[in-house]
């Protein structure tokens, strides 16, 4: 069963980005995703969004909720009947809001409830996730004039363009017997660069990925975006 295409405001969206050795992924990502790589290296990472107004397009925005949510990423591209689309897999999602995890469930793959803690203001930022599974991440963030000199991207430019191109996310569905996906259809499109003091993230650190083969990378800010999700055809492994 397909969602209802919803509309929105983003309030807060984080994107905190690592490194991966692109033979780590092997056993991670499922056929037919391959990562989309940045000079050798796959780009994975976690959306940290505070959503609100979601509701049903078409619906005032009276009626929508707000939430705080978390996407685990790795940006990928597949080929579709020979042409090639990028976007990302998403393998995790965790949310604060119970009706999300609900609704989402039964037409967009599995939504963990989740505990977010947030404390922000004049331009920084602190917010973590823990779900009763023990599945957790942080991070501690100030607004930047630009990107870490070590990361692989060699702009603030040249990151933002990547990201924009994973509009399209796919993750398996609550059966196992397919890939649901989603598109981000925004309104406007504009990124800060993040300094950050302090990350981390126990789906990258863990067993999955050798200690070495994951490094973070950069992390980047959205603020108050308009924008709505549309479902898109799945995919069968």
Do not use: K
């Amino acid at each position: 069963m397909r969602m209802p295409s919803l509309r929105g405001i983003i309030d807060r969206r984080i994107l905190v980005n690592f490194r991966i050795d692109a033979d780590a992924l092997t056993g991670v990502l499922p056929s037919p995703f391959e990562p989309r790589t940045v000079d050798g290296y796959a780009i994975g990472g976690i959306c940290l969004l505070r959503l609100n107004r979601v509701r049903p397009t078409g619906l005032p925005a009276a009626v929508g909720v707000r939430s705080e949510n978390a996407a685990h990423r790795i940006g990928i591209h597949w080929d579709d009947d020979g042409e090639r689309r990028d976007g990302v897999f998403v393998p995790r999602r965790d949310t604060s809001s119970r009706l999300t995890a609900l609704v989402a469930d039964r037409s967009f793959g599995n939504h963990h409830h989740a505990e977010f803690t947030v404390d922000e203001g004049a331009g920084r930022y602190d917010v973590s996730v823990r779900s009763p599974d023990d599945v957790s991440m942080h991070v501690r963030a100030a607004v930047a004039d630009s990107i870490p000199e070590s990361s692989v991207f060699d702009s603030v430019d040249a990151a933002s363009e990547y990201h924009r191109r994973g509009a399209t996310g796919y993750s398996p569905s609550s059966d196992g017997q397919r890939f649901d996906g989603i598109e981000l259809d925004t309104y406007e499109w504009s990124v800060t660069p993040l300094s950050v003091e302090s990350v981390g993230a126990s789906y990258f650190e863990s067993s999955r990925f050798p200690a070495d083969d994951v490094t973070f990378d950069n992390a980047l800010l959205m603020e108050h975006i308009d924008h709505e999700w549309h479902s898109v055809e799945g995919i069968c492994p």
